[in-house]
């Protein structure tokens, strides 16, 4: 299961009406800690496919979404369950502190 891009148009649908956790990227383009966290964002999508669901906001295309949830830092990983932000890590984290957050 890839990761699903994230936008304004979709995000109610897919975050706040999951039935199952989710763990949000806000990143961009330009952002190295971004770029060094994408591959082990993309790992736990793989590794919990079918439990939980992993999108990805591209700040720069959707403003409007990193001015709601308050996302001045990026990397900015946030774990929503139950349509609410539960947990937030800004910056880069390791593999396993990601994890931990999506218990």
Not at 56 to 76: G, R, W, Y
Request: aromatic share 8%.
């Amino acid at each position: 299961m890839a990761e699903i891009k994230l936008t304004k148009q979709n995000f109610e649908q897919e975050v706040i009406g999951s039935n199952k956790p989710v763990l949000v990227d806000f990143w961009a383009t330009w952002c190295g800690p971004c770029r060094m966290i994408a591959p082990v964002v993309e790992e736990i999508s793989e590794e919990f496919a079918g439990q939980i669901t992993v999108g990805k906001v591209n700040v720069d295309e959707e403003p409007e979404l990193a001015m709601k949830f308050q996302v001045t830092s990026i990397p900015t990983l946030m774990v929503f369950k139950n349509g609410e932000p539960v947990q937030i890590a800004i910056g880069y984290r390791p593999k396993k502190e990601l994890i931990a957050m999506l218990q």
